[in-house]
T-cell receptor
Framework: NAGVTQTPKFRILKIGQSMTLQCTQD?????MYWYRQDPGMGLKLIYY???????DKGEVPNGYNVSRSTTEDFPLRLELAAPSQTSVYFC???????????FGQGTRLTVV | KNQVEQSPQSLIILEGKNCTLQ??????????LRWYKQDTGRGPVSLTI?????NTKSNGRYTATLDADTKQSSLHITASQLSDSASYIC?????????????FGTGTRLKVLA
C-alpha cells in the first residue's frame, strides 16, 4: 500500500516554462488536495477535489490548474512558471472531509 | 478570521528531556484538532486527533491536550529522542458546512541534541 505518491521530488524550472506535478493515491479516497508550503508559513490550499470530475479553487489558485479524471490521480499544472511559485508542493488525500490527511513526500520546485 | 498560531517557532532540547508545544486557534466551531509531525523533506504524518469534546489523547510518548474554552492545545513529548527532531504542525478542521479547508499552523521546529 503506497499511500500518496508524488513525482518528481525536485525540479528546477526557468521562468515561463510549464510543468505538471503528478499525484496518485491508492487508498480510494474521494478527496484530494494540493498545498504549497513556504518557509515560515502554514500550508496553503491551492486546489482540491471531492471526486473524479470535480475540482475547486483553494486559497491560492492563481497560476495553477488541476484535473481529476480518475479517483486515483490529481495532477497539478503550472503553465507559466514564475519565481513566486518557488515552493514545496504537497499532495494529500482524505477519505472524507475532516478526516486524517495522508500526504505525499512533496515536490521541491525552484523557478529561476 | 480562522487562524492557528503555534509557539515557540523553534525549540532545542537535549535527548531525554520533556517539552511542550503550544497551539492557539480562533477556528470556531471546529470538528477536530490534529497534531502532525513533519520530518525534514517529508510530508506531514498525523500523530493525534481530538474532537472538541476531548481533553487529552496519547500516542506513545506524545500526549495532546485540548481546552476548548480557551481555544488552546498543547503537545507534550516525554523522554525525547533524536528521532523526534522534526516540525510539529497543529491543524484544525472547521465544521462549517461545505468547507473542505484544513487550517494549518506554521509549525514548531524541534531539534533534539545528543
Amino acid at each position: 500500500n503506497a499511500g500518496v505518491t508524488q513525482t518528481p521530488k525536485f525540479r528546477i524550472l526557468k521562468i515561463g516554462q510549464s510543468m505538471t506535478l503528478q499525484c496518485t493515491q491508492d487508498m480510494n479516497h474521494n478527496y484530494m488536495y494540493w498545498y504549497r508550503q513556504d518557509p515560515g508559513m502554514g500550508l496553503k490550499l491551492i486546489y482540491y477535489s471531492v471526486g473524479a470530475g470535480i475540482t475547486d479553487k483553494g486559497e491560492v489558485p492563481n497560476g495553477y490548474n488541476v484535473s481529476r479524471s480518475t479517483t486515483e490521480d490529481f495532477p497539478l499544472r503550472l503553465e507559466l512558471a514564475a519565481p513566486s511559485q518557488t515552493s514545496v508542493y504537497f499532495c494529500a488525500s482524505t477519505v472524507r472531509t475532516g478526516a486524517e490527511a495522508f500526504f505525499g513526500q512533496g515536490t521541491r520546485l525552484t523557478v529561476v | 478570521k480562522n487562524q492557528v498560531e503555534q509557539s515557540p517557532q523553534s525549540l532545542i532540547i537535549l535527548e531525554g528531556k520533556n517539552c511542550t508545544l503550544q497551539c492557539n486557534y480562533t477556528v470556531s466551531p471546529f470538528s477536530n484538532l490534529r497534531w502532525y509531525k513533519q520530518d525534514t523533506g517529508r510530508g506531514p504524518v498525523s500523530l493525534t486527533i481530538m474532537t472538541f469534546s476531548e481533553n487529552t489523547k496519547s500516542n506513545g510518548r506524545y500526549t495532546a491536550t485540548l481546552d476548548a474554552d480557551t481555544k488552546q492545545s498543547s503537545l507534550h513529548i516525554t523522554a525525547s529522542q533524536l528521532s523526534d527532531s522534526a516540525s510539529y504542525i497543529c491543524v484544525v478542521s472547521p465544521t462549517t458546512s461545505g468547507t473542505y479547508k484544513y487550517i494549518f499552523g506554521t509549525g514548531t521546529r524541534l531539534k533534539v541534541l545528543a
